[in-house]
């Protein structure tokens, strides 16, 4: 039987689809966090809190500069993730997805590709969708809106629990 999910993709799609694919390795995710929200901002405040009168004013512009700054460029790779994403013609219009018993089938703007099940080695869930992968690597993004009702969410999860 074919579970045949049409829908038109969102900007929130592809950041949940990144952040999908980030929380799947904790580590990764783990390091980015540290690297840009938690190494900074707590380097600034034992700067702030360890250092006498001397140089406050060094010290004031140094945390509230650095923190600032490794923060925004934390949110700037992801909004270069949304920019990149509006640009592609693949996200202009209806992406239809068709999953059976051969594998999966994906079509919209600019593209038609077949995946064979044996490709696919996992898959994650989430309040907002599913992420499908192959390797390491997320390939696929479904959101929940693409279900039109719980019937065939419930078919599709019956699907990937006999897959894997």
């Known amino acids: 039987m074919d579970i045949v999910l049409t829908f038109s993709p ?19 995710l783990s390091c980015a ?12 405040l034992l700067r702030l809190m360890s250092e ?14 650095s923190p600032v700054l490794m923060t925004g460029v934390f949110f700037f790779i992801v909004w270069q993730q949304v ?22 089938d994906l079509s919209g703007p600019g593209f ?7 490709v696919i080695n996992k898959y994650c869930t989430s309040k907002f969708g ?3 992968y192959i390797g390491a690597n ?9 279900f039109s009702d719980a019937e065939q969410r419930r078919l599709f999860e019956l699907m990937l629990a006999s897959r894997f």
């Open 10 to 28: 969102e900007e929130k799609d592809v950041l949940r689809a990144s952040f999908g694919a980030l929380s799947s390795r904790p580590v990764l």
């Open 33 to 44: 966090v540290a690297l840009f929200l938690v190494a900074p901002w707590g380097m600034a």
């Open 52 to 65: 006498a009168d001397e140089a406050y004013d060094l010290n004031f512009l140094l945390l509230v500069f």
């Open 83 to 104: 920019a990149r994403s509006k640009s592609a013609i693949a996200f202009s219009g209806e992406h239809t997805y068709v999953f059976n018993e051969a594998g999966i």
């Open 112 to 118: 038609n590709n077949k995946l064979s099940w044996s």
């Open 130 to 132: 599913y992420l499908l």
């Open 138 to 146: 997320p390939c696929v993004f479904i959101p929940l809106r693409a």
